[in-house]
């Protein structure tokens, strides 16, 4: 009960259930009471509401948490397998599929963090990132998530970008796209016939900051007064009837708005129904301090003439002010026929390049460029098809018609001028095939490969490409399935790096670094997480257990550099410039031999070992020489109901077939070692011995005739010493005291010390599984001899 006195003042008072005495009260003074029950039952519901809000809340975060895992594991092997196959000889057509594919996949990725991020925009507590980017690829990306769209509907898609604009900017690349996305799948759906152009242009320059205006125009449908009045609106849209033609959620725009609000600019739209619409925004970003160079070419190429033939008004003027900007003395004309009638006219005064555009009416690109090359002109004008089609048989026709280079729609400034320098010998053409030139940051790679990395990953895709881009960038890569095995090779190899997933089975990659921190030898040792949990409570999980930094899946190959640049210590000094890359094949006169060898893909192998012709030689060498017995050995070890030592040798099999390429028999010694460990029958595992035996048996046979002579010295190239000797020594101690953990240690380290012993690396390993350590010291100590290393 809540009480006030006469004065006015108030106070509470509880009544414990017996009578008041009203005798007792103070005379003159008179009191009031007042039921509060409702009011205390409003005040009880709002705190349930409250706690049901935070369990909702808590509920959320952990449904957002498991949705992004399951939804980064496959993005994962999207984005990691597309940067794998760009490292690869492909065409410039395949090149140009592959990057499509990684940029959608780049651009799906950014959804999934905006579903991430929800409960930060509920909030108002999104930021944005203020980071160095090319203006140039944010429109590339733009262009590469729309041209297909546009070119189904026959729409011509054009950016045209005014020469003020600073290619480099400062601000958020991935918000800015994200509203032009937005705008430009907007302005394809609702236009069929026509263009979609993205303009970008500088309205004021303040300081290191500018404000630039970012309008896209379509020739669409256009928009009512009415419709207009409730753009930028939630869950609003244009036409909210059920037989409306445009799908969608109402939520673009508005978020649109939100990022566009946070950049410091605004919105806005102009429309006039049946003709049309353009939506704008601007955003103010800032300007590095750095000088960036500009594009043009060396001076005697300046001032040629350029023809530039479009039946679009926009997209000639875009291509005209381009090559104009570029120092070209630029003429249009807006059909083929027009071109050809130009040329013929322009005997004096010959254009060195042609620009036509492949769709025009009465006479299309490849036509025109037919009759162009019929005038008989000399010197011929090189001749270049402007098309959206990326089809074979369109560049098959246009080579057929004497065309010299085809460029895609959208076409940017940095695609012309290389094109047009190309086609003008200012510069060597690329070599088919070639991967690009690496980047910086992977040249520093240099500073620590041979580094020894633990990939702690259970998902078969996940490990492929992480070893994959480790191996790639020279490092030693060991796998473990789970936390406990991960546990296991920590204790007994001294890695340089722990790359830990944290969903694992056993014991999940929190609970395994807890294990590791307890070993006081390991103490100093990197563990970072490599999860597809991305949420801010993973990553002070992961901190709190002792992790050291964080990569998040789909892994990003920059990010994953940066981190291994940052925690692994220098290996060795940088290359020198000019030193032969580790990515390039190096030459010899034994790489013709192996192009052709029945059940060794010598693709594969190679790559595995960066491209070293005579590192995949040693290897198959110390291959024949250790695997090509193994088969007896697996059947003595049975006989003798060695069956762990048997699956040993199975597995060890099949992770030496995988490393040289021999996919068939990798496959079969894992039917094998599977067949061992599973207990299975004594008669389907002989018959899978046999066929395994078989197998193995016509690759030697293969494999020795063609054999290269080893070369001297070419072992002790083929690995690090000093880690060599470190596992020796270790080795050598577990031995001498008979610990079992020495068979650990020899599982954990069998690649280097097989390709440091060859064939003599099968004593040590007998003797060791057999339990005689004696034998095994003996055998190490004079292996380590045979090659100078010291134990």
């Keep these: 009960m809540e009480l006030w006195r006469k004065d006015g003042s108030r106070f509470w008072c509880r009544i414990s259930g017996r009578a008041v005495d009203p005798g007792r009260l103070s005379q003159g003074t008179v009191w009031m009471f007042e039921n509060v029950t409702s009011e205390r039952a409003a005040a009880d519901s709002l705190r349930e509401a409250k706690e049901l809000a935070e369990e909702t809340a808590r509920m959320k975060s952990g449904f957002l948490a498991n949705m992004s895992h399951e939804i980064r594991t496959p993005m994962n092997a999207i984005i990691g397998m597309t940067h794998l196959a760009l490292q690869t000889r492909l065409s410039p057509r395949q090149r140009d599929y592959v990057t499509k594919i990684q940029d959608s996949g780049q651009h799906l990725l950014a959804i999934v963090n905006d579903v991430l991020d929800f409960s930060k925009v509920e909030a108002g507590k999104l930021t944005l990132e203020q980071t160095e980017f090319a203006l140039e690829e944010v429109l590339d990306n733009v262009a590469n998530l729309t041209i297909g769209k546009a070119s189904a509907k026959g729409l011509e898609l054009v950016f045209d970008v005014h020469p003020a604009v600073p290619r480099l900017l400062i601000g ?56 207009m009045g409730c753009l930028f609106q939630s869950f609003s849209q244009a036409d909210t009837s059920t037989t409306r033609r445009f799908g969608g959620t109402g939520l673009g725009l508005a978020i649109a708005r939100k990022l566009v609000e946070l950049m410091g600019g605004e919105v806005g739209a102009q429309s006039e129904y049946g003709k049309g619409s353009s939506f704008w925004f601007t955003a103010r970003l800032g300007r590095p301090g750095r000088a960036v160079s500009s594009r043009l070419p060396s001076p005697d190429l300046r001032g040629r003439r350029v023809l530039v033939v479009d039946d679009n008004d926009s997209a000639r003027n875009v291509l005209r002010e381009l090559l104009q900007a570029i120092t070209f003395v630029v003429s249009d004309q807006p059909s083929g026929k027009a071109a050809v009638e130009e040329l013929a006219e322009a005997s004096v005064q010959p254009y060195d390049v042609v620009f036509v555009d492949w769709l025009m009416p009465d006479l299309d690109g490849v036509e025109t460029a037919r009759q162009i090359l019929a005038l008989g002109l000399s010197p011929a004008p090189r001749l270049v098809i402007i098309t959206a089609d990326s089809s074979e048989a369109l560049l098959e026709k246009a080579g057929a018609a004497g065309i010299k280079d085809v460029l895609l729609k959208p076409v940017n400034a940095s695609l012309l001028f290389d094109c047009v320098i190309r086609l003008l010998g200012d510069a060597p053409g690329d070599i088919p095939g070639a991967s690009p030139p690496l980047p910086e940051i992977e040249q520093q790679l240099a500073s620590i490969r041979g580094a020894h990395v633990l990939l702690v990953e259970d998902n078969e895709l996940n490990q492929e490409v992480a070893s994959e881009l480790l191996v790639g960038a020279g490092l030693v890569v060991d796998l473990a399935g789970d936390g406990a095995e991960a546990v296991r090779k920590v204790r007994a190899v001294a890695y340089d790096i722990v790359l830990m ?32 949990n991305a949420m801010p409570a993973d990553r002070r999980k992961c901190l709190a257990s002792g992790m050291v930094d964080f990569v998040a899946k789909p892994i990003e190959p920059s990010e994953l550099w940066r981190v291994l640049l940052k925690w692994i210590p220098p290996q060795q000094s940088l290359p020198q410039p000019g030193a032969r890359s580790a990515g390039r094949l190096e030459p010899g006169p034994s790489s013709e031999a192996m192009i052709d060898i029945p059940g060794l893909d010598t693709a594969e192998g190679l790559r595995r070992v960066l491209g070293r012709t005579q590192l995949y030689w040693s290897m198959l060498r110390k291959f024949v020489a250790g695997q090509q017995h193994v088969a007896s050995e697996i059947g003595a070890a049975l006989e003798r109901g060695a069956g762990g030592t048997a699956e040993r040798l199975a597995h060890t099999l099949k992770g030496l077939a995988g490393n040289i390429g021999a996919r068939q028999l990798q496959r079969q010694a894992e039917r094998l070692e599977a067949a061992i460990g599973g207990g299975f029958e004594r008669q389907p595992i002989a018959v899978l011995l046999e066929s395994t035996d078989r197998m193995l048996g016509a690759l030697v046979s293969e494999l020795l005739p063609r054999l290269p002579p080893e070369s001297p ?39 280097l010390l097989s390709a440091a012993f060859g064939s003599s690396y099968r004593d040590i390993e007998t003797a060791v599984r057999s339990f005689d350590y ?15 290393i010291a134990v």
């Design 172 to 227: 958020d690349p991935l918000r800015l796209g994200q509203v032009l996305i937005n705008y430009c799948n907007n302005a394809v759906k609702f236009t069929e016939h026509g263009e979609v152009a993205v303009c970008v242009s500088v309205r004021a320059v303040e300081g290191d900051s500018l404000l630039l205006h970012f309008a896209v125009r379509d020739t669409g449908i256009g928009l009512t007064e009415e419709q």
């Design 774 to 788: 004696e034998a095994g010291l003996g055998a190490l100590l004079a292996s380590a001899a045979v090659v100078g």
């Design 501 to 532: 997933d944290m969903h694992l089975p056993l014991l999940d990659g929190v609970s395994a670094t807890l294990a590791i921190r307890q070993m006081a030898e390991r103490a100093d040792l990197p563990i970072v997480a490599m999860t597809a």
């Design 713 to 751: 010295g070419e072992m002790a190239t083929n690995f690090d010493p000093l880690r060599l000797q470190q596992v020796c020594r270790k080795l050598a101690g577990l031995l001498a005291e008979s610990d079992s953990e020495a068979g650990d240690l020899l599982d954990a380290e069998a690649g």
